[in-house]
Structures are given as structure tokens and as C-alpha cells.
């Protein structure tokens, strides 16, 4: 791994050296029953059944809050004000725990955030069981909750890279996804059968303790994480600025980093927020209503999973741009197939080739940010990738007004376009990205 942060040419084709945590060099080869080589490595299982308690819990609070807001105010503009007041903090709060992640052990960084967020979700859950809870509360627990999580997804996605091989790093972030989306689609339902069925408060004190599991279970991980004599950032005096600073100049010093970056925010800003108009389809385009809703819903979401596992299954195959391009223009084109279908079948059809070609890109993305970033400054060249989900708002709003002015499905179609636009002439432009292995 380069350990200097002046990088001004792009990267050989040959692979960048990376410090392994852990050597498996028999595991390089595809196939779909390799698909689950990481979790062989005793720290990445430990660290990912952690993730998928963080992650199922992430996802009841979603459903849950949102139906308490609503049970509370009647009002839809409290529900969007309580989703802002969980995404702003990724603007502000990412790039200084990117700065945190590459100073201090990722493990601790992990255990203090995930403590704090089940702090948040018990006092909540204390004030609904005590019939308490005002709609200020939801506002204050949703934004110290994405304070939290901010904090924390920095050093839980660098430390990947710490636990594992190199050659091991796509397996382990797509199993890391496929956890994620796994939850996406559980989760709700679970949240949902357990409001139904025991109380609001109940779903509540479920989330603390699957929380808690978390962190009991992250404390089974070496203190520090980092490969012996990765140490070397801590021993200077940490100024914020200077560290953040140093940060940009290194991404926009590395042409690779810097493409991927970018490349990372043209779905964001163009292509994701189609998932806030789909209630537009479902009851105006489609016809099918709140059932349809769900189920459309439900297909991106076993795309998004069988796409994680899809690409867990690829190893550490030698064409990772390629694939990388493939996923990007074909998230754009299935956007516009789905925007300009009326028939509900091949509506489902293409939410699911949207889920899975989404989360595709997404975890070729993240993958190869983190084997081409140095070790020293990996924390915050991921926070600037989490930052890029804090803008999805600034997306959605042009978004938005295109679909009030022309109709859904001709603000999905020109996003779309955008995307797999974009990422096609990026390849065009760039010949190393379609040399990244």
C-alpha cells in the first residue's frame, strides 16, 4: 500500500499492494459457494453478525418512527423534518469522524457510536412506554441518532479492510451490503408485526437490545484493528482542519480516487431519489396502490440482495472497472425501462434489475475506494463517499419539481439518462477506469 498522500499519476494496472489482516490466498477464485469467503475470517464474521444487529435495527426504527410521527402529528411535513434531521448530520459530522477513524482504533470508534445510538433508542423507548413522548423528542433522539451513525460509518466501512485479505475486500463489502439490504426488506415487516402485535414502546426495546448485542459482540474484535506498524498518523499532534484538509488535497491529487468519488455521487443525486416517487407509480402510473407500493418495494429489495451476493460470489476477479461501468449504465437504463412501463409485472421486473444493478455499483464502488486508498487516509476518503448520501436531498428536489411539472415517469427517465450518460462517457473519458482491477 502507498503510503504517501502526494500521488499525481494514476495507479499502475498492476494491483496496489495492501497490508492484509488476514491471509487466505487459496480464496481468490469465483463462484457462487465462495460467495461467503470473508465470514471465514474469524474477526470479519464477528465484526458482520455486529453489523446485521446494527443494520436490523436501523431499519425498524425507520418504519417505526415514521409511524409514530405520524400517529403523533397527523402531519407530513414532520415526517420529512425528522428524515432531514437524521440525514443532515452525514454533511457536517462524516468528514470529522473520517479524521477520527484514521487517528484512533476503528473498533472503539464503532462501539462508542453504536453505544450512543441504543442510549437514544432506549430514552425513547422509556418516554413511549410512559406515554411521555412528544413529537420534540422524535426530533431530538432522530438527530442525535444520525449524529451517531454518521460517526460511525467511516471507521465500520474502513475497517473492512483491516479484518480482511486483500483479495477478500469485494467479497466482504458485498457481504457487508447484502446484510444492509437483507435487513431493508426484513426489518419493516418485523417492526411492523411487533407494533401490531405488542406495542410501539415494544418495537422500541427490541431495537435497544439488538443494539446492545451489537456492541457486546464488537468487543470480541482486537482493540486495534490496524496491521502492526500502521500506527504512524496518531504520532503528530491531530488538528481537525489540517487533517480534513489533507484529505481533499490527497483525493484530488489521485485521479483514481478522485473518479470514483465522483462517480459515486451521480446515483446519488440522480438516480436514487427515484425511490421518493414511487409512490406516484404505484397509485397514478400503476394503479396498484399501498399493496403494490409494498410489493414493488419488495422487488428492489431482493434485487439489492441477490446483487450482493452476486458480486460476493465474483472473488478477486481481474476486471472490477468493467464491471463497475457494466453496473452504473445498467442501474440508468433499468431506471428508464421501469419509468416508461405501464404494465405491473415488468414494473416488479425492473425494480428488481434497479436493486440489484444499484447496489452492484455501489459495492464496486466502495470496494475499489478502499484498495486504492492508502492506509493512513482510508477513513476519511470513505467518509467523503458517506457524505455523498448526506446531498441525496439536494437530488430529490429538482427531482421532484420535474415530476410535478411533466410526471414520474419522465423525471425517472431523465434521471436515468443521467446516470448511465455520465458513467458511459466517464469510461470514454477515462481509460484507467476501465483498467481498474
Request: charged share 10%; no cysteine.
Amino acid at each position: 500500500m502507498a503510503r504517501t498522500t502526494d500521488v499525481t499519476e494514476d495507479p499502475p494496472v498492476t494491483r496496489p499492494p495492501v497490508a492484509p489482516a488476514t491471509t487466505l490466498p487459496s480464496q481468490r477464485a469465483a463462484g457462487f459457494g465462495r460467495g461467503f469467503d470473508s465470514l471465514r475470517v474469524r474477526n470479519f464474521r464477528w465484526f458482520w453478525i455486529a453489523y446485521v444487529f446494527s443494520f436490523f435495527a436501523m431499519q425498524m426504527d425507520m418504519l417505526a418512527r415514521g409511524w409514530l410521527v405520524y400517529d403523533l402529528t397527523g402531519s407530513g411535513v414532520r415526517l420529512g423534518l425528522v428524515s432531514l434531521g437524521m440525514g443532515l448530520p452525514m454533511l457536517v459530522v462524516a468528514p470529522v469522524a473520517g479524521v477520527l477513524a484514521d487517528r484512533f482504533p476503528k473498533r472503539n470508534l464503532i462501539i462508542l457510536s453504536q453505544t450512543l445510538a441504543a442510549l437514544m433508542t432506549l430514552a425513547l423507548a422509556l418516554l413511549i412506554a410512559t406515554h411521555a413522548v412528544r413529537f420534540w423528542h422524535v426530533m431530538l433522539t432522530s438527530f442525535l441518532f444520525g449524529t451517531a451513525f454518521s460517526f460511525s460509518m467511516p471507521a465500520r466501512q474502513s475497517i473492512i479492510s483491516e479484518l480482511v485479505d486483500r483479495s477478500q475486500v469485494l467479497n466482504a463489502v458485498a457481504l457487508g451490503s447484502g446484510a444492509m439490504n437483507l435487513a431493508r426488506v426484513a426489518a419493516p415487516a418485523i417492526a411492523g408485526l411487533l407494533v401490531a402485535l405488542v406495542s410501539m414502546a415494544g418495537v422500541y426495546f427490541a431495537m435497544v437490545a439488538l443494539q446492545a448485542l451489537g456492541v457486546a459482540i464488537l468487543f470480541l474484535l482486537p482493540r486495534d484493528t490496524r496491521p502492526r506498524g500502521e500506527g504512524a498518523p496518531a504520532k503528530r499532534p491531530m488538528r481537525i482542519q489540517a487533517d480534513l484538509l489533507e484529505g481533499f488535497r490527497y483525493v484530488r491529487r489521485t485521479p483514481v480516487l478522485m473518479t470514483l468519488i465522483t462517480l459515486a455521487f451521480i446515483p446519488v443525486l440522480f438516480g436514487m431519489p427515484f425511490q421518493m416517487l414511487m409512490p406516484i407509480f404505484a397509485k397514478d402510473v400503476l394503479g396498484v396502490g399501498a399493496a403494490g407500493l409494498g410489493y414493488l418495494l419488495s422487488a428492489s429489495g431482493v434485487g439489492a440482495i441477490l446483487g450482493s451476493f452476486l458480486i460476493a460470489s465474483f472473488g478477486d476477479f481481474r476486471h472490477k472497472g468493467w464491471l463497475l461501468i457494466g453496473a452504473g449504465v445498467g442501474f440508468g437504463v433499468a431506471l428508464i425501462l421501469f419509468a416508461l412501463t405501464t404494465n405491473f409485472g415488468l414494473a416488479l421486473w425492473w425494480m428488481a434489475v434497479v436493486g440489484l444493478t444499484s447496489t452492484g455499483y455501489m459495492s464496486m464502488n466502495n470496494t475499489m475506494v478502499q484498495i486504492y486508498a492508502a492506509d493512513a487516509m482510508r477513513g476519511r476518503v470513505i467518509s467523503m463517499l458517506m457524505m455523498t448520501w448526506g446531498l441525496m436531498p439536494l437530488g430529490a428536489l429538482p427531482l421532484g419539481a420535474l415530476a410535478e411539472r411533466a410526471g414520474a415517469p419522465l423525471a425517472v427517465v431523465v434521471g436515468g439518462a443521467v446516470v448511465a450518460g455520465s458513467i458511459a462517457l466517464w469510461a470514454v473519458a477515462r481509460p484507467t477506469l476501465r483498467r481498474l482491477r
